[in-house]
């Protein structure tokens, strides 16, 4: 199940960059403000998305720890509480 949603995403994720190049080639006047404003809104999306998850990580972290999931928190305390049941 994992594998074929893995494929899935690398496979849409290779068909939107062809789509976006092949719509950068086709567009023959390109402004430097659009470039500039494109660059500028990955830029700040990337940074503020990174901000986002270092705000969350401690609570996704204690939820993750909460509800038990494989490779939250110590991995060999998990591990060694599941083998003693």
């Known amino acids: 199940m994992q594998f074929t949603v893995g494929i899935s ?5 290779v068909l939107l960059c062809i789509t976006v190049i092949a719509i950068d080639i086709m567009t ?3 402004q ?10 990955l830029l ?10 270092a705000a969350m990580q401690p609570i996704v972290h204690e939820y993750l720890i909460l509800a038990r999931l494989p490779g ?10 599941n083998s003693s049941r």
Do not use: D, H, P, Q
């Open 28 to 30: 023959r006047n390109k």
């Open 9 to 13: 995403t690398a496979i849409v994720t």
């Open 72 to 81: 939250a928190g110590n991995a060999g305390e998990l591990a060694s509480k």
């Open 44 to 53: 700040m999306g990337f940074g503020l998305g990174s901000l986002f998850w």
């Open 32 to 41: 430097i403000t659009t470039l500039s404003a494109v660059y500028f809104g």
